[in-house]
């Protein structure tokens, strides 16, 4: 005797995500300061309180952490143009201080810069 089972054979799909590219409605020197803006911040952020994140983030738009990571870098990037922000998808990898476990977040951030940059959403 056999076991039936009421599912069909398990098959592979052939979806694949469209990856995400930066289009040229971005200057170079804007994506350039845009980057040192988010290396900056996310430098601060794993351990930043709400009141030195009101600086960099409007609103309560990222919630503090509260952690001991340390950054490493910013993963792909990509920038493209909205109105008057930039939007900002990125993958940012922190080393976890106490597991010594590296930590991949993804964000997907608005920039607006005014005298200087704000993440806005």
Do not use: C
Request: net charge negative.
């Amino acid at each position: 005797m056999q076991n039936p089972t009421l599912a069909p054979a398990v098959e592979k799909s052939d979806y694949e995500p469209k990856t995400p590219e930066t289009d040229a409605s971005v200057d170079a020197d804007t994506v350039n300061d845009a980057t040192a803006f988010l290396e900056t911040f996310f430098k601060l952020y794993p351990t930043a309180t709400e009141k030195e994140l009101a600086y960099y983030v409007s609103g309560n738009v990222l919630e503090p952490i509260g952690r001991d990571y340390l950054y490493s870098e910013l993963v792909n990037p990509v920038f493209t143009k909205d109105g008057d922000n930039v939007k900002v998808k990125v993958a940012v990898k922190f080393l976890d201080n106490q597991t010594k476990a590296t930590q991949v977040s993804q964000y997907e951030l608005v920039l607006h810069k005014d005298s200087n940059w704000k993440i806005v959403g």
